[in-house]
């Protein structure tokens, strides 16, 4: 059988694909970017989830499907009921859908179909993190406006090991499943294992929120968006700060720490 993986050069796609080909699965990796570099043996496929006309080749003899929500630059994608129709002319049977919590076009129209659907809610991803990089190499200093703000991230390779499970197994169909991390930590929290990890001694600066808004501009982040971000963290609500224990559910394994992420990773903040 070969898996559809949409956003499969994205920050969980990837991770998706790569869980995926260690389960011994036929991957196909649909993707915007003529440039896009994967593993060996997956097939890629050009096409665009907000222009369905150009799908049909990625969707021909698939029985399964990660599906991303959102399109470019984060907009929610408005093509549920064209790509769910797609699905199942292919044969498709199983979908993962990378949910943010909010039901859109594309959730509402998997969910009203005979699809086997598994919702997958990551309340943060650990790889936010990835933000302060530049400062943390260039100065030893994380800017940031949330010190006090608690989560509790999970890591994309979770997300993804869940993901593979539920295309390639079954007893998920009709799951939303909200994915943490085994810790609830602060951007202090945060801030002290990325230091202890790379052996450097870091200073957070707390930014204004003017000060944070510029920031995000600077790296594209639409305003809505960047409205939402502040008014998640300045306020989380409960379900970013409350572990559950979905993912060692489902996997029989404990998810895996920050520090585990910070360590697999520690080549973003450290100079070269």
Request: glycine share 8%; charged share 25%.
């Amino acid at each position: 059988m070969t898996i559809l993986v949409t956003g499969a050069t994205g920050t969980v796609g990837q991770h998706v694909v790569d869980q995926l080909l260690r389960r011994g699965q036929k991957v196909r990796a649909l993707t915007r970017n003529p440039q896009a570099k994967l593993p060996e043996g997956v097939e890629i496929a050009f096409g665009d989830l907000s222009e369905p006309s150009t799908l049909a080749e990625a969707f021909e003899g698939i029985t399964a499907i990660h599906l991303m929500t959102t399109g470019a630059e984060y907009v929610p994608l408005q093509t549920g009921p064209e790509i769910v129709e797609l699905a199942k002319k292919a044969g498709v049977r199983k979908v993962t859908v990378l949910w943010t919590g909010q039901k859109g076009v594309v959730e509402q129209a998997v969910e009203a179909s005979d699809l086997e659907w598994t919702h997958l809610h990551p309340v943060e991803f650990m790889s936010n993190v990835r933000k302060w990089s530049d400062s943390i190499r260039n100065e030893g200093i994380i800017r940031d406006l949330f010190s006090g703000s608690l989560n509790a991230s999970v890591h994309e390779a979770d997300i993804a090991r869940v993901a593979a499970v539920a295309l390639t197994e079954n007893g998920h169909a009709g799951k939303e499943y909200i994915l943490t991390g085994p810790e609830v930590l602060s951007v202090d929290d945060q801030v002290r294992i990325i230091g202890e990890v790379t052996g450097q001694k870091l200073t957070l600066v707390e930014t204004t929120e003017e000060e944070e808004r510029e920031q995000m501009r600077k790296m594209g982040v639409r305003e809505d968006v960047i409205n939402y971000v502040i008014s998640w963290h300045l306020n989380p609500p409960p379900i970013a700060y409350t572990i559950v224990p979905t993912i060692e559910e489902v996997l029989g394994q404990p998810a895996y720490t920050f520090k585990q992420w910070v360590e697999e990773n520690a080549s973003y903040f450290i100079k070269s």
